[in-house]
């Protein structure tokens, strides 16, 4: 018989906000229909990204213009991967304020790797009553991104914000995870130059933009 396998929630949710480093239309399908889909895509709607959900399992986002760059606490409550918006929004519009995941409070699972990470490529991020401020003069810079440790969504940030930054930017340690290759696929089919160069190395050559793009998401491995 056949058995239909659902789209990686992991993967998704990473490409939706992929889909935001360019002013045209994305296209993804196998996007598993659930709660953290819907709750991003509500987030992005909040953001003025236009989200359309033409079928089961497909959806089409285009983020021409972004009337707030605000990712309130609500979300990040609901959704710790809402922080997945810092880097594509920073690097797409130069600004973005965005509530630490789960509110002003730090200890587990902190993110202050993706923080550095901006850093690192030039942004100024300060941290206020559970927000991150974070703006960058011009286009962020690449750079060499070291984490101490192994993050995915730190990873996967980094990664995203390198898109757009003039120059190159090499992040090491990076997550080996098929999902984060299926967003480096996704990434190439919209014109960015990303390559894993050893298994744990990913390079990226920044763009000015990046164009649409259509992506079926991988199965999810757990399921």
Same mark, same amino acid.
């Given at each position: 018989g056949v058995v239909p396998v659902s789209g990686a929630k992991n993967a998704a949710l990473k490409l939706l906000a992929a889909a935001t480093l360019t002013g045209e239309r994305c296209r993804f399908t196998n996007v598993p229909e659930i709660a953290d889909v819907a709750v991003l895509c509500e987030v992005l709607g909040d953001l003025g990204i236009v989200v359309d959900h033409p079928a089961p399992n497909t959806y089409e986002v285009a983020a021409g213009d972004v009337d707030w760059l605000f990712v309130p606490l609500e979300a990040a409550a609901k959704m710790r991967a809402s922080f997945i918006l810092l880097g594509p929004l920073?690097?797409? !519009? #130069?600004? @973005?304020? /965005? $509530?630490?995941? #789960? #509110?002003?409070? /730090?200890?587990?699972?902190? @993110?202050? %790797?993706? @923080?550095? &990470?901006?850093? =690192?490529?030039?942004?100024?991020i300060e941290y206020r009553n559970g927000y991150?401020? &974070?703006? $960058?003069?011009?286009? %962020?810079?690449?750079?060499?991104?070291?984490f101490p440790t192994v993050s995915v969504m730190g990873t996967e940030n980094a990664l995203l914000a390198a898109t757009l930054a003039d120059g190159h930017t090499i992040i090491r340690p990076a997550a080996q995870e098929p999902e984060v290759d299926d967003? /480096? =696929? !996704? %990434?190439? =089919?919209?014109? =960015?130059? @990303?390559?894993?160069? $050893?298994?744990d190395v990913i390079e990226i050559e920044g763009r000015r933009r990046l164009r649409g793009a259509e992506h079926r998401v991988m199965p999810d491995r757990i399921e």
């Open positions: 920073l690097a797409r !519009f #130069g600004r @973005v304020i /965005i $509530s630490n995941p #789960g #509110g002003d409070r /730090i200890g587990r699972r902190p @993110v202050n %790797l993706h @923080v550095d &990470a901006m850093r =690192a490529m030039g942004a100024e991150y401020f &974070a703006r $960058s003069p011009g286009r %962020l810079r690449g750079a060499q991104v070291t967003l /480096i =696929a !996704f %990434l190439q =089919a919209m014109g =960015a130059q @990303v390559e894993r160069t $050893s298994p």
